[in-house]
């Protein structure tokens, strides 16, 4: 079962917007039917996007599942030795549809919402992250087809328990410095203590399609191919080290990385399920899909 978590080291990088895009690739990948289930797990607690996005934001309140209830102090994850399938399943049964979304089987793809505004602290923090393992043997045993979690940034607690469950780490970055710089640096702390063996994608985001020049006190820089050279050369270090495998995929070639959408701008979307698409997000797509096809690649 593919674990896969969408981080990035500082807000509003376009976390849940690529994580909300890659899925319909995933779930062809990764054959999501009703009986081998993709599931979304809202990690990130205090700014939850995807719950949002599938208006899950009063979920919890009707006695369902969150990540709060589930993994919090307080929560056990429903163990079902009888369930014969996914559909008879306690915890399946609770989580959110919204295959639909995707133009799937509406119970192919399923959800753990979380409770806006419900952070969950350190003290939640007992070293193992036991819940959320246990969630993940129970998917595993049930045979779901993978696991992916909307990350919360940085170092936060539901940031730490995505990154260290997962196999995979999408990391998405904008091409500013403050961005390039702050997440090389997180990602250095990560392969010397935290990690290892992780395949670790990089992948810029909202990158603007026309070249430009702009100056500073060093010059002129071409954008965005300046970007593109300063996060190559800033993950040198970290590729030679070795104790993860950073995949550089998405900075090869012309554009890197994810093009800026200008639908995006006002509206969440997710383009595969768009009838009408202008020629910058058709390439979008086609980005999505190569970042599926990495992330399932062994
Ligand atoms: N490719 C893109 N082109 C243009 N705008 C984008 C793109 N991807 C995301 N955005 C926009 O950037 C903003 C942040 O995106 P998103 O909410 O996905 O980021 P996030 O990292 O999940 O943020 P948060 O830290 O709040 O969870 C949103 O307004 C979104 O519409
Ligand atoms: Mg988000």
């Known amino acids: 079962m593919k674990k ?32 081998h289930p993709l599931i979304l797990v809202d990690m990130d607690v205090d700014s939850c996007g995807i719950t949002y996005f599938f208006n899950l934001e009063d979920y919890a309140d009707i006695d369902r599942f969150s990540v709060q209830a589930l993994f919090g102090t307080m929560g056990t994850i429903p163990r079902d030795d009888t369930a014969e399938s996914v559909r008879d399943h306690t915890l399946f049964r609770h989580l959110c549809r919204v295959g639909k979304w995707f133009n799937y089987p509406h119970d192919a793809i399923l959800c753990l919402p979380a409770e806006p505004g419900g952070s969950l602290g350190t003290s939640n923090y007992d070293g193992k992250f036991t819940k959320v393992n246990d969630f993940i043997e129970e998917c595993s045993d049930y045979e779901c087809c993978g696991i992916l979690f909307d990350s919360a940034v940085g170092d936060q607690l539901t940031a730490i328990w995505s990154n260290q469950a997962a196999d995979t780490i999408m990391c998405c970055l904008r091409p500013t410095k403050q961005f390039r710089e702050g997440t090389q640096r997180f990602f250095d702390k990560f392969d010397e ?11 810029p985001n909202v990158v603007p399609t026309e070249p430009l020049d702009i100056e500073d006190a060093d010059g002129v820089k071409g954008y965005p191919e300046y970007a593109k050279s300063e996060i190559l050369k800033s993950f040198a270090d970290n ?18 990385g994810v093009p800026k959408i200008d639908r995006f ?7 595969r399920s768009s009838s009408k698409l202008t020629e910058t997000e058709r390439f979008a797509l086609s980005r999505y899909q190569k970042i599926a096809e990495i992330v399932c690649k062994s």
């Open 193 to 203: 203590r935290i990690a290892r063996g992780k395949k670790i994608i990089v992948i």
């Open 265 to 271: 701008m006002w509206q969440e979307d997710i383009l």
């Open 4 to 35: 896969i978590s969408c981080f990035s080291y500082k807000g509003g990088a376009g976390r849940s917007t690529l994580a909300l895009n890659v899925v319909p690739y995933l779930a062809d990948i990764l054959h999501a039917t009703p009986d």
């Open 239 to 256: 590729v030679a080290r070795g104790n993860n495998d950073y995949n550089l995929e998405m900075l090869e070639g012309d554009l890197f």
